[in-house]
């Protein structure tokens, strides 16, 4: 949080960090939830949750010979279901992209500072949050080589990892801090 004071008003602003290690790149987490929650956030209709529940594996495929057992790829959906997924995420890109780099609220972030450390050496650079929502919410929605979507340059995943605990099964989205650095 960044307060600002004036003589005659104050003005807060809120900031997101975002700590990397090498300019490299590499991606990182901004947003998880269960498929539910982003059902109540975003008026998901039922076809596009149980989609989403398939590719996170809440709930289980009856399909046979899946890469994975525990959840479906999207090019392992029927090409309806990839094709209703895309539309009602390009439908609500703006919302979408808003809720999971922006948030909602008070405590929704005016700006993001990404810090590079990498040994003795930091760099860091400080965006508006309407620069940054335009840099990752930029291009098409579409599967990515993984088959989970892009949304963007933003990466919707199932979050995977949590030695088996539940909470693998959750949605995912992660950005490349360092992309920041080039925009």
Not at 17 to 43: C, E, H, M, P, T
Not at 135 to 146: E, H, N, Q, T, Y
Request: hydrophobic share 40%.
């Amino acid at each position: 949080m960044i307060l600002i004071k004036l003589k005659s008003q104050e003005d807060l602003q809120n900031l997101q960090v975002k700590l990397v290690s090498s300019l490299k790149g590499g991606f990182n987490q901004i947003d998880k939830r269960w498929v539910d929650s982003y059902a109540d956030l975003w008026n998901i209709p039922n076809d596009i949750i149980k989609i989403l529940k398939l590719f996170t594996g809440e709930i289980k495929s009856t399909i046979t010979g899946l890469r994975k057992p525990k959840r479906m790829f999207l090019d392992e959906m029927s090409l309806d279901d990839q094709d209703k997924l895309i539309n009602f995420i390009q439908k609500n890109k703006i919302l979408i992209i808003s809720d999971i780099l922006k948030g909602r609220g008070e405590f929704s972030a005016d700006w993001t500072l990404v810090v590079c450390k990498s040994g003795k050496e930091s760099k860091w650079v400080l965006k508006s949050i309407n620069h940054v929502m335009n840099v990752f919410g930029a291009g098409d929605v579409c599967l990515s080589p993984r088959k989970s979507l892009n949304i963007g340059k933003i990466l919707m995943q199932r979050k995977g990892g949590d030695n088996g605990r539940p909470t693998a099964n959750m949605l995912q989205f992660k950005i490349n801090p360092v992309e920041l650095f080039e925009k």
